[in-house]
């Protein structure tokens, strides 16, 4: 039997996982030698086969990362600030959420006053993030 679904053939999977040789990773070298396996799929279209190794991989490198990385917690302001940056939602906005005014919002914004409990809910649900990274 050569293939388990549809359009999916184990031979060549095989193959790729030859290649490949992915495993649990341990060390930073072995995440940068399954980086450069993954980069090349990136924004391509991918075989049924290729898809299925380009997701192990990635799930890999993932579980790697967040067993080795620790990124410090930011202050509230700061991660505030950075949400509306790449979210590109204007400061009006915020003072609308909230139902604050303008000059309320901005020292709120520029770490002069702290996150409320019941404003950091509201944020939380707005940028789909734990209520944490506020308080």
């Not at 290729?50 to 799930?59: A, D």
């Amino acid at each position: 039997m050569a293939t388990i679904a549809p359009g999916f053939d184990i031979k060549r999977y095989g193959k790729l996982l030859l290649k490949s040789l992915p495993r649990p990773i341990e060390s930073d070298d072995e995440c940068a030698r399954l980086l450069t396996v993954i980069e090349p799929m990136m924004n391509k279209e991918l075989s049924p086969e290729e898809n299925s190794l380009f997701r192990l991989l990635v799930g890999l490198v993932q579980d790697y990362e967040n067993r080795t990385i620790r990124i410090p917690p930011a202050p509230p302001d700061e991660t505030l600030r950075y949400l509306l940056e790449t979210s590109g939602m204007k400061q009006t906005e915020l003072s609308a959420l909230w139902g604050t005014s303008k000059s309320y919002t901005s020292a709120i914004v520029n770490g002069k006053r702290p996150i409320s409990k019941a404003q950091a809910k509201l944020l939380a649900e707005k940028f789909k993030v734990s209520v944490d990274l506020f308080l």
